[in-house]
């Protein structure tokens, strides 16, 4: 992949914080909801709530569908990019202690929430510390990433195709990072 265009990708994933997803529901029709993320690399995660319907569904099939982006007043501003990916719960206490700290800095507001709104229901998945009996942690691998970007011409994108050994080396270098080893 191009540095450049491998850049471009970053720099959205590092501005934006909300995302749709989609998931395929068991009937066949795609259900799309918007979630805060926290990217480390291309790997997105978010936390959901172990009793939501998108969960079983990517319970299910763990293919998705995520759409990140905002609106331009002038159509050559427009970037955005979509990805298909595979989602899978995080087991993994030290990537999801590591993920806990990456969205404490993305959304330090949710450290000023009063501690009675953490307790409440699908709330719990803000807190710091989510209690993993009522959230999952999702580690989100993209295949393939469209980025899109009109300042190279109306509805232009280049597509980015992701190998299983990408994200396998990608991987295994956040998980000395997860450690507390550094890459030699």
Excluded at 91 to 117: C, I, M, N
Aim: proline letters at 6%; a negative charge; aromatic letters at 8%.
């Amino acid at each position: 992949m191009k540095q450049r265009l491998k850049d471009c990708v970053l720099h959205l994933l590092d501005q934006h914080r909300i995302m749709t997803i989609a998931t395929n529901r068991a009937d066949g029709w795609p259900q799309a909801t918007i979630v805060g993320y926290v990217n480390d690399g291309f790997l997105l995660y978010c936390f959901i709530a172990r009793n939501a319907q998108k969960f079983a569904n990517i319970q299910r099939d763990p293919r998705v569908s995520i759409a990140i982006g905002t609106d331009a007043l002038h159509p050559l501003e427009i970037q955005g990019l979509s990805l298909a990916g595979r989602a899978a719960p995080v087991d993994d206490s030290e990537e999801f202690e590591h993920v806990a700290g990456l969205r404490s800095r993305r959304y330090p507001e949710y450290a000023l929430l009063p501690p009675p709104v953490l307790r409440e229901g699908a709330l719990q998945r803000l807190a710091p510390q989510p209690a993993s009996s009522t959230v999952v942690l999702l580690r989100i691998a993209p295949e393939i990433i469209s980025v899109v970007d009109y300042s190279k011409g109306f509805g232009h994108s280049d597509l980015i195709a992701f190998s299983e050994r990408d994200l396998d080396l990608h991987l295994e270098s956040l998980r000395h990072r997860w450690d507390g080893h550094s890459v030699a």
